[in-house]
């Protein structure tokens, strides 16, 4: 069974500089690395590793960096057959600025992936297609569009509200599974602090069911992944590792959690299986080539 993800895919172009510039000023940077990034992208290369049959619908610009990124996502496995090639538009850019002190600083630009409409979803067959995920770096009518035609066929809707946007709120009650970290889960719920204990971070999710079979799932960083339905709430603690980068973790616990499933999987597993991907994840550098592997995954929950 196969994973549909709608979601972004950007060109992340990231500089080092020593310092950060100040309005007006011009710096010259030490390095320059481009990776393929978006959100959508990154969990769809996530699920993927994991094994899933993944395919990725989203928007490149025709004449720059889409047609490469195209090809470098389907290398990671991911099927980009609904990636549309759109003329006289840019792909979705990410300008990363990296000081030497670990500060950064960074402009997302939508470019093609705002050119998804519900009329491109509406076109697509999900017929086969167990689990649908989705972020909130597309337009919310098309994801709105995508849940509604995947309810009609009995797919399970996972969406990661992330980034927090106020539209995103209207498309919680088509989604099955809702992921937030807890700065997301602190915005939608409308509290003034993040979350800290299960308790806290419980009564905040159940804020944001409308269904009593809706699970809500908040990405707790090192600490683990809090798991809350109706009647229940669940802790899966952080593995201990040494983090290097975390650029990508929550995508790679959304992306892999969507393979779990796909196959079946029971929750409690699931959660497990992605917390520990997530976990690898943040001991390498960069987001899509991080993620694990299934096999690297097993060794890792086995040893
Ligand atoms: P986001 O990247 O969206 O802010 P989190 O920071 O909550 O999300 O990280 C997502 C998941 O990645 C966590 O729930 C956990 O499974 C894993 N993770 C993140 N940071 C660490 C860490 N330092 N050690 C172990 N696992 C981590």
């Given at each position: 069974m196969s994973v549909f993800?709608?979601?972004?895919?950007?060109?992340?172009?990231?500089?080092?500089?020593?310092?950060?510039?100040?309005?007006?000023?011009?710096?010259?940077?030490?390095?320059l690395e481009l990776f393929p990034g978006g959100k959508g992208a990154n969990q769809a290369v996530a699920a993927a590793r994991l094994g899933a049959p993944?395919?990725?619908?989203?928007?490149?610009?025709?004449?720059?960096?889409?047609?490469?990124?195209?090809t470098k996502l389907s290398e990671y496995g991911v099927q980009v057959g609904d990636v549309l090639e759109l003329p006289?538009?840019?792909?979705?850019?990410?300008?990363?600025?990296?000081a030497s002190s670990g500060e950064n600083m960074i402009v997302v630009t939508s470019g093609a992936n705002a050119a998804i409409t519900p009329q491109h979803v509406?076109?697509?067959?999900?017929?086969?297609?167990?689990?649908?995920?989705?972020?909130?770096?597309?337009?919310?009518?098309?994801?709105?569009?995508?849940?509604?035609?995947?309810?009609?066929?009995?797919?399970?809707?996972?969406?990661?509200?992330?980034?927090?946007?106020?539209?995103?709120?209207?498309l919680f009650p088509l989604t099955d599974i809702l992921i937030l970290n807890q700065t997301e889960l602190a915005t939608y719920a409308k509290l003034d602090q993040e979350p800290v204990r299960l308790e806290e971070v419980s009564r905040a999710s159940r804020k944001l069911m409308s269904r009593p079979d809706q699970v809500v799932i908040v990405t707790l960083g090192a600490a683990g992944v809090a798991c809350i339905r109706r009647d229940e709430a669940f802790l899966i603690?952080?593995?201990?590792?040494?983090?290097?980068?975390?650029?990508?973790?929550?995508?790679?616990?959304?992306?892999?959690?969507?393979?779990?499933?796909?196959?079946?999987m029971d929750l409690r597993e699931a959660v497990e299986m992605a917390n520990a991907a997530a976990a690898l994840s943040v001991q390498k550098s960069g987001a899509a080539p991080s993620m694990p592997s299934k096999r690297e995954v097993e060794a890792f929950l086995e040893g």
């Open positions: 993800v709608l979601g972004s895919i950007n060109l992340d172009a990231v500089a080092r500089v020593d310092d950060l510039p100040r309005p007006g000023e011009t710096v010259a940077g030490l390095s993944t395919r990725l619908m989203g928007a490149v610009g025709k004449e720059d960096a889409g047609p490469g990124l195209k006289s538009v840019p792909t979705g850019q990410a300008h990363v600025w990296v509406a076109a697509t067959s999900l017929d086969g297609q167990r689990i649908l995920l989705s972020q909130l770096e597309s337009p919310a009518h098309a994801i709105e569009t995508l849940f509604r035609a995947g309810a009609a066929k009995g797919a399970l809707r996972m969406l990661n509200a992330a980034p927090a946007l106020p539209q995103g709120a209207a603690e952080g593995r201990k590792v040494k983090a290097l980068d975390t650029t990508g973790a929550g995508d790679c616990f959304c992306g892999a959690l969507a393979a779990c499933l796909s196959i079946n």
